[in-house]
C-alpha cells in the first residue's frame, strides 16, 4: 500500500543527544500522527497534530505540522536508553478516514 | 483505562488450517481497524468497520481473509486456509471518530502470527 517518506531510516545516537526525523509526502494531510513502537508491541501514540504549522510538545519530544501540509517533523531532545524504538508517522490525507504510515525510524541509543 | 486487547498474541499454525485473531476495542469507540505489519511492506490497512457495519475492506488481500464485528466490543479477522505468506504481526486499532473522520487511533499489542 502507499507510504509516506519517512527520514532517517535508522540511527545510532549517544545518550543525551537530541533526534530529529521527518516525513514527507506529495499528499496534503488534515492530521499526523507520531507512534513508538517497542519490540512485539503495538505502536503507541505520542502526539497528535490537527492544524498547519501547529508544534505540540509531550515531554522531552516537540513535533510540528509543516506549513505545507504535507510533511511533519519529531524530534526528541536529550534522548535516553528508553527512547530505543521504531519511530513512525501517519498521515490522513484530506477527504479520507484512512491513515498511511511511513516506513518507521528506527533509533538506537548508545548509552 | 483498558486499551485495545487482542489475542492470542501469538499463534503458530500449519499451512491450510483456519486462524482467527479476536480483538475487543477502547470502551466507546466507534471504529475499529485491522492491520497487518511486515517487514516488506511495513503496516497496511485491511478493513474498516465504523459502528459495527465494515465501510471499507479493500485492504482485504484475498478471499481467504474475512472480518465480523458482532457488536461494539468484538471484533474477529478470520484467515482461512492459512498460508506461509500470511505470517506477520496482526495489529487491531480503534479510534473514537465518527465515519469520515476517524481522529487518532490507539493499537492493541498485535498478534503474532506464523504459518508453517
Known amino acids: 500500500g502507499q507510504q509516506l517518506n519517512q527520514s532517517p531510516q535508522s540511527m545510532f545516537i549517544q545518550e543525551g543527544e537530541d533526534v530529529s526525523m521527518n516525513c514527507t509526502s506529495s499528499?496534503?494531510?488534515?492530521?499526523w500522527l507520531w507512534y513508538k513502537q517497542d519490540p512485539g508491541e503495538g505502536p503507541v501514540l505520542l502526539i497528535a497534530l490537527y492544524k498547519a504549522g501547529e508544534l505540540t510538545s509531550n515531554g522531552r519530544l516537540t513535533a510540528q505540522f509543516g506549513i505545507t501540509r504535507k510533511d511533519s517533523f519529531l524530534n526528541i531532545s536529550a534522548s535516553i536508553p528508553s527512547d530505543v524504538g521504531i519511530y513512525f508517522c501517519a498521515g490522513q490525507p484530506t477527504g479520507t478516514y484512512k491513515y498511511i504510515f511511513g516506513t518507521g525510524t528506527r533509533l538506537k541509543v548508545l548509552a | 483505562d483498558a486499551g485495545v486487547i487482542q489475542s492470542p498474541r501469538h499463534e503458530v499454525t500449519e499451512m491450510g488450517q483456519e486462524v482467527t485473531l479476536r480483538c475487543k476495542p477502547i470502551s466507546g469507540h466507534n471504529s475499529l481497524f485491522w492491520y497487518r505489519q511486515t517487514m516488506m511492506r511495513g503496516l497496511e490497512l485491511l478493513i474498516y468497520f465504523n459502528n459495527n457495519v465494515p465501510i471499507d475492506d479493500s485492504g482485504m488481500p484475498e478471499d481467504r481473509f474475512s472480518a465480523k464485528m458482532p457488536n461494539a466490543s468484538f471484533s474477529t479477522l478470520k484467515i482461512q486456509p492459512s498460508e506461509p505468506r500470511d505470517s506477520a504481526v496482526y495489529f487491531c486499532?480503534?479510534?473514537?471518530?465518527?465515519?469520515?473522520?476517524?481522529?487518532?487511533?490507539?493499537f492493541g499489542p498485535g498478534t503474532r502470527l506464523t504459518v508453517l
Open positions: 499528499s496534503i494531510f488534515n492530521t
Open positions: 486499532a480503534s479510534s473514537p471518530g465518527l465515519a469520515g473522520n476517524t481522529d487518532t487511533q490507539y
